[in-house]
């Protein structure tokens, strides 16, 4: 055959707008060897086989809704049952339900410290925060011990 028949994967990628790479694994895959150069020469019914493979995958199937009721954002991707914003509330909170704004603080039963969160050893403040009662006495007498050091 003359050259004029064959083309090359470079050529062939540029047409049909994929990577070089996806055209010479689909040859590696369905087995078409290269010639004696070493070059991978693609003739004209390798070529429309090639064409009809990637146009079937050009463009994929659209994603269904999301799987929680009343949600009709597509899913994030192919196998999975939720949304990006339902797959995030999922990942870090266990639970699909919307929290409240300091649900995380008020879940805590011991302070950074170990000591438990009792009305006896908690501080509240006006506004709903708490502060360990132990570790303010802690704090309070560190301050103290280091004013009373002379300098």
Same mark, same amino acid.
């Given at each position: ?20 790479q ?11 060897? +290269? ?6 020469r ?13 146009a079937?995958? +050009? ?17 994030r ?23 409240l ?11 950074? +410290? ?11 403040f006006a ?12 704090r309070a007498?560190?301050? +103290?011990?280091?004013?009373a050091?002379?300098?």
């Open positions: 055959m003359n050259s004029a028949a064959w083309t090359s994967p470079p050529v062939l990628a540029d047409d049909l707008g994929i990577t070089r996806g055209v010479r694994a689909w040859l590696k895959r369905h087995g078409y060897p +290269k010639d004696d150069d070493g070059f991978y693609i003739d004209a019914a390798t070529e429309a086989r090639m064409r009809a493979h990637f079937a995958r +050009k463009t994929p199937p659209p994603l269904g809704p999301c799987s929680v009721d009343e949600c009709d954002r597509p899913r991707s192919r196998g999975a049952e939720l949304c990006a914003l339902h797959h995030q509330r999922m990942s870090r909170h266990g639970t699909l339900e919307r929290s704004p300091g649900q995380n603080q008020r879940a805590k039963t011991h302070c950074p +410290k170990g000591h438990p969160y009792t009305p006896e050893n908690t501080y509240r506004d709903g925060r708490r502060r360990c009662r132990r570790c303010r006495l802690d007498a560190a301050a +103290k011990r280091t004013r050091t002379p300098a």
